[in-house]
């Protein structure tokens, strides 16, 4: 099977780890769990220059190589590469991310994944004036099973495959959000990812 899955928040912690980085660099304390809109701006109430300060801290390889891994990923996915199942991290984080996300993914025990960095927000998000490497035409020729995604913002890129199964991980920003279909499944853990792509829990 041909699996996508998301980095941030996916992967690795993200979110929680710009809390602290909003919290130390503009004192705004906002628990992990009030992280209501996937929009970092909106969440923390940041001005335009505050959160371009913000994105560019959370980009810095330091920064980026200093997330937390999501408990169970790189057990679950080796465990799909094992069984010979393809993994493609798709990333909507920038070119210039590139070099610092695979290092972390080599240190974190996903040495055999491939990673592509799409511009899935658009202007929205992240670093004015980014670069991306996948290109969205060579993108919609990838084919996937089953994908693996946190964001609301990125649900777009899975319309042109009727048949994909989206395991949705649970987070605070996309509690409220309706699902696009019912293909999708909130997933609150990898073990529970686990079980969908294995059989092991049904999915429609
Ligand atoms: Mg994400």
Redesign the pocket.
């Known amino acids: 099977m041909k699996i996508y899955v998301?980095?941030?928040?996916?992967l690795c912690e993200?979110a929680l780890a710009f809390t602290g980085i909003a919290a130390r660099m503009f004192g705004k304390n906002i628990p992990y769990e009030k992280v209501r809109f996937f929009n970092l701006q909106k969440s923390f109430a940041l001005t335009d220059e505050e959160y371009e300060a913000l994105m560019t801290e959370g980009h810095r390889p330091e920064v980026l190589l200093s997330y937390e891994e999501t408990p169970g990923a790189a057990l679950t996915i080796g465990g799909w590469l094992d069984s010979g199942h393809e993994v493609s991290i798709i990333t909507?984080r920038p070119y210039s991310a590139y070099e610092a996300s695979r290092e972390w993914l080599d240190r974190h025990g996903f040495e055999r994944v491939s990673l592509y960095c799409l511009d899935k927000y658009g202007r929205d998000s992240f670093i004015r004036d980014s670069i991306f490497s996948l290109e969205l035409e060579d993108y919609y020729k990838m084919h996937f099973d089953y994908a693996v995604?946190?964001?609301p913002a990125?649900f777009r890129f899975f319309t042109h495959l009727p048949e994909l199964k989206v395991l949705v991980?649970d987070r605070p920003w996309n509690r409220e959000c309706e699902f696009p279909g019912k293909n999708y499944f909130r997933c609150p853990d990898w073990e529970t990812i686990r079980k969908r792509v294995s059989g092991e829990t049904p999915v429609a």
Request: proline share 0%; glycine share 8%; net charge negative.
């Open positions: 998301d980095f941030d928040d996916c993200t909507g995604e946190d964001s990125a991980f």
